[in-house]
């Protein structure tokens, strides 16, 4: 029997789904601080527009007619291209783009003397020069706050945008041409090869598949769905009430060790550690492999023995120690052990794809094995989409005054982290990562930046910003997952053009609606302290190396090879010995934020991964995956519930982390 084909409404659907959600993502995410449209790898709206179609559009359309019902891979369609989407209208771009591009000039507006030091060094094509463009951009339209929407759409001075917009563009398409071949490149690699598991996607293949052979009723209505789905929806109707009515009670969902641990001695590095607990990530590390779930909460836990037992050896480094650093939460010299860590699981990535790539690259002479490929685009045509895609990113550099040699390391340690972290996402199930360090920590920390040219040092740090730092809902995993979903739909291609319809017409519909909202209300009134602060630091602190330069970092050197020594061992036990409990990735998350968040979830799903097939083999474990299921439906349920009550009152309650 052959596989139902992906129909040109399914697509259209999906770019009516795109255009919404980036049309409303600025305003719900960053003026009312509700819960986020996007904000991970396991996004809101992809799960409400999945459910809206299994729910109301196909019980629908199969009163009209049961042909016109949307299978299965037309529905993973629709999830892939509003994930893709949600991405590059927040955090991925638009929640920080705009303001990283005027924060130079915004600084000519106030009384620091940041701007004498930077503004030398933009060109000016592609950064807005008027000071009263950003002024309005930063306080808002006068009378913006009375005008209805498409009174400032019009007042908008789109003129002035239109340059800097467009060299943006072009860098920003080849990033993503780039990033859409790296894909293609490893999809394959990681599907056929190493069999990869990608936790994220079981609970959308499950609902699509539930939904194709007319099971969904009885999946969702099984005892252990709905017992899984009440614990989460009985825990965020008493917290949701109780942030609207105090009066009544609610449960604790965040837990403080602090009362408990000493701020000094062995354990004082858990002082301020942290139980959060979010049914939503409690499944997703159900569903992941034991391996991987167990490393993740275990590395977590033993990093948090490095400050003690530091203290211990009477060994305090200063955070002087690692000097000025762009990483989203590096504070420690010994943090930077993640860079040596990265660099060698990379090679790691590679050397494991090392038949792969050969035969890829063997097949631009040849055409064997030009159609045996898993992923929406084949190996070979990805080989020169990121060839091109590197290139275009390069000269667009070299032209603005970023030297040849610096832009080629600079993006390919770039490129080299983002496969890292799409690795982490897809395999490790992670639907909130955040990195640790940046691509620009490396070299700050060997080389004295004196022999940085000022221009390279500086667009550099600001490119960074705008296309590599911000991981928590960036493209390259989402790709990765889309590129997954689509295997066994035809044509195949459909499914590419898909996304990409979905990513273009989210960057222009995001950027449009992003400005509007800043025209109207103004930066300086928008409550998104968090994206306003840390781009503004970036410049501050480029601003800081242009003006006192810095050697380079012994402790932070001796570090990044301390982290390359570590994960070499981890690598080594992980490939050669099959009994190896721990899997390298976990090591990777050691430090990064998020794991705040969800060690304790991993470490409450890993246990019970474990004890269901040890003790109810693998018939039980589809059992009771329902039960886990159940509790990401229910907490997405309830997200949204919550969202739309954030819409229509002045109070949001976060089911999900920001």
């Not at 942290?274 to 490393?295: D, E, N």
């Not at 970023?402 to 993006?411: I, K, P, S, T």
Request: charged share 10%; hydrophobic share 50%; glycine share 8%.
């Amino acid at each position: 029997m052959n596989e139902p084909r992906l129909r040109l409404s399914a697509l259209l659907t999906g770019l009516v789904f795109v255009v919404f959600i980036c049309a409303v993502s600025p305003y719900n995410n960053a003026k009312l601080q509700n819960s986020p449209l996007g904000g991970s790898h396991f996004p809101l709206a992809s799960f409400a527009a999945l459910l809206f179609m299994l729910g109301i559009l196909n019980p629908i359309l199969s009163l009209v007619r049961r042909e016109w019902r949307f299978n299965r891979h037309e529905l993973l369609l629709v999830w892939s291209m509003v994930t893709v989407s949600t991405g590059v209208a927040y955090t991925g771009l638009m929640r920080t783009f705009i303001i990283n591009i005027t924060t130079p000039v915004w600084f000519t507006t106030t009384t620091s003397n940041l701007a004498q030091v930077l503004l030398p060094y933009l060109p000016s094509t592609i950064f807005p020069k008027d000071p009263a463009t950003v002024k309005a951009l930063y306080s808002g339209l006068e009378g913006g706050l009375d005008m209805p929407w498409w009174h400032v759409a019009a007042a908008v001075s789109w003129g002035e945008w239109l340059v800097p917009m467009a060299w943006w563009g072009l860098f920003i398409g080849s990033i993503y041409m780039a990033t859409l071949g790296l894909v293609g490149l490893f999809t394959h690699q990681w599907i056929e090869n190493e069999k990869m598991n990608f936790p994220l996607l079981r609970v959308p293949e499950i609902l699509g598949e539930e939904s194709e052979n007319r099971t969904l009723l009885r999946f969702l209505t099984h005892r252990y769905f709905i017992v899984g789905c009440a614990l989460p929806v009985l825990l965020h109707t008493l917290n949701g009430l109780h942030a609207y009515f105090p009066e009544v009670p609610q449960i604790p969902a965040l837990l403080l060790a602090q009362p408990y641990i000493p701020r000094e001695g062995l354990l004082s590095g858990y002082s301020k550690l942290k139980i959060y607990i979010f049914p939503a990530f409690i499944g997703f590390a159900f569903l992941t492999s034991r391996q991987v779930s167990f490393s993740l909460w275990f590395f977590f836990a033993l990093g948090g023995l490095a400050p003690g037992l530091s203290q211990a050896l009477g060994w305090r480094l200063p955070a002087a120690a690692v000097g000025t650093t762009f990483g989203p939460v590096l504070s420690r010299a010994e943090e930077m052990q993640m860079i040596g860590a990265l660099g060698v699981f990379f090679f790691f990535i590679v050397w494991l794809a090392r038949t792969h790539l050969w035969l890829t690259f063997a097949s631009v002479f040849s055409k064997s094995g030009a159609d045996d490929y898993r992923g929406f685009l084949s190996p070979r045509p990805a080989l020169f989409l990121f060839a091109g895609g590197l290139a275009g990113a390069v000269l667009w550099l070299c032209l603005f005054g970023m030297g040849f040699l610096a832009a080629c390391l600079f993006l390919a340690v770039c490129f080299m982290i983002q496969l890292v972290s799409s690795r982490l996402v897809c395999q490790g199930g992670l639907p909130y990562f955040t990195l640790t360090v940046a691509p620009s920590d490396g070299f700050l920390a060997f080389l004295d930046t004196r022999i940085i040219a000022p221009v390279t040092l500086y667009l550099g740090l600001i490119v960074q910003k705008v296309a590599f730092l911000d991981v928590r809902e960036s493209l390259s995993p989402s790709l990765f997952h889309s590129s997954t979903l689509s295997e066994g739909s035809r044509p195949r291609r459909r499914f590419l053009w898909g996304v990409l319809w979905a990513i273009l017409l989210g960057l222009i519909v995001s950027f449009a609606a992003t400005l509007v909202l800043y025209y109207k209300f103004g930066i300086s009134s928008i409550p998104d302290d968090w994206a306003v602060e840390t781009t503004r630091r970036v410049h501050e602190s480029a601003a800081q190396l242009l003006t006192h330069p810095e050697e380079p970092k012994k402790w932070s050197i001796a570090f990044m090879l301390i982290g390359a020594g570590l994960m070499s061992l981890l690598i080594a036990g992980y490939h050669h010995f099959i009994w190896w409990p721990l899997h390298p990735i976990g090591y990777l998350t050691a430090y990064s934020s998020a794991m705040q968040l969800l060690w304790f979830g991993f470490l409450v799903g890993w246990l019970c991964n474990t004890l269901v097939l040890r003790y109810g083999g693998a018939n039980r474990y589809k059992e009771v995956r329902r039960f886990f299921v159940g509790l990401i439906f229910g907490d997405m349920i309830m997200a949204i519930v919550w969202l739309i009550a954030g819409f229509w009152t002045p109070i949001s309650y976060h089911v999900l982390p920001l």
